[in-house]
Each structure stands twice: as structure tokens, then as C-alpha cells.
């Protein structure tokens, strides 16, 4: 169907019949959250997700899926603003 990427073509196939090979690929956070869970490293793109995934080939939506409620993500960076002292006004 026109208008259809793959992004949701895998989430509806998951949701739908339950495909446990189906991997979200075009996601935002999806392959930074698997990168830094399987190999430690920032900045990893679908490509590199794929290829990290490629051992659990038939079960890689359920990999990701148990990734994804297991792991805390990665670890947060300092913020960005200093904390301004409201007192002085």
C-alpha cells in the first residue's frame, strides 16, 4: 500500500500476528537503546542494529522487546544549563 514504510509494516505484522522477527527498523531510539545494551557503544544507527541482532535471526523483535524493558537505557549527561539562584532577582 502506498504510504506504508517499513516502520509500520513491523509494528502492525507484531501487533497483529504476533511476528517475532519482525524488527522495528526506522525508529528513533530503538538501535541506540540495543547498541549501548549489546556492545557498549553510542550512536548506533539500523544498520549497526541489524548486525548486532543477527545472532537471535527469528526472535529479534522479542530481542528487542526484552532489551528494551530490561535495560535502563544509557546513562544520562550532565545537564546542559547551570541552576541559576532565583534569590538574587
Known sequence: MPGIGPWTAAETVQRSHGAAD???VGDLHLPKTV???LSG??????TGMLSLLA???GQ???AC???LLASGGQPRR???LS???IRSW
Not at 557503544?41 to 539500523?46: E, I, K, N
Open 83 to 85: 541552576v541559576n539562584d
Open 35 to 37: 547498541g549501548w545494551a
Open 65 to 67: 522487546r526484552l532489551i
Open 55 to 57: 545472532p537471535y535471526e
Open 41 to 46: 557503544t553510542r550512536g548506533v544507527d539500523d
Open 60 to 62: 529479534r523483535h522479542r
Open 78 to 80: 550532565a545537564p546542559r
Open 22 to 24: 519482525a524488527v522495528t
